[in-house]
């Protein structure tokens, strides 16, 4: 498995060429393809996952986008405030601004997170394929890095 910053890249290119093949409308194809970028980024930055899930799927006529990792951090994911001058800490407040909602939750099995973001499309709040669609991307990534997420679910809007 590549490096971590190539997971960001393969996981772009898998989410494009689902949506493209889907039919997705290219503006809503292209902020799923950021929010993306950012939550992937987020779980390789934040978590000592050793791999992550990054899923789209339809539900309700609107496109979902998670990120699945296996280990918590400090804290919850959340947006905040950066400075002129610091070099991240926006991931959140795009995902935030590209979507009609987001949020985190534990995984069924209690051994990590999903953070994930609803996407309305460039029409209006739904999306359709015509039929049921669903692609999961699983790849291990190496990393390390210590730490412990309180518990609970947090959903913004």
């Known amino acids: 498995m590549p490096a971590a910053p190539s997971s960001v890249g393969m996981a772009r290119r898998d989410v494009r060429e689902s949506l493209t093949e889907w039919g ?23 978590t000592a996952s050793e791999w992550i899930v990054c899923r789209v799927h339809i539900a309700e006529e609107r496109l979902h986008v998670e990120v699945e990792d296996q280990h918590r951090g400090w804290s919850l994911p959340a947006q905040r ?28 099995d209690g051994s990590g997170r999903i ?6 499309s460039k029409g ?34």
């Not at 290219?26 to 987020?42: G, K």
């Not at 953070?115 to 309305?120: E, F, I, T, Y």
Request: a negative charge; proline letters at 8%.
């Open 115 to 120: 953070v994930w973001a609803v996407l309305p």
């Open 81 to 108: 405030r950066p400075g002129p001058d610091d070099q991240g800490g926006r991931g959140l407040l795009l995902v935030g601004a590209l979507s009609s909602d987001w949020g985190v939750r534990d995984t069924a």
């Open 24 to 46: 997705i409308d290219p503006e809503t194809r292209d902020n799923a393809i950021l929010v993306t970028s950012e939550l992937v980024t987020n779980a390789l930055t934040h």
């Open 124 to 157: 209006g709040d739904t999306v359709s394929t015509g039929s049921p669609a669903t692609v999961t991307m699983a790849r291990p990534i190496p990393h390390s890095a210590e730490g412990s997420l309180s518990d609970g679910t947090t959903a913004h809007s």
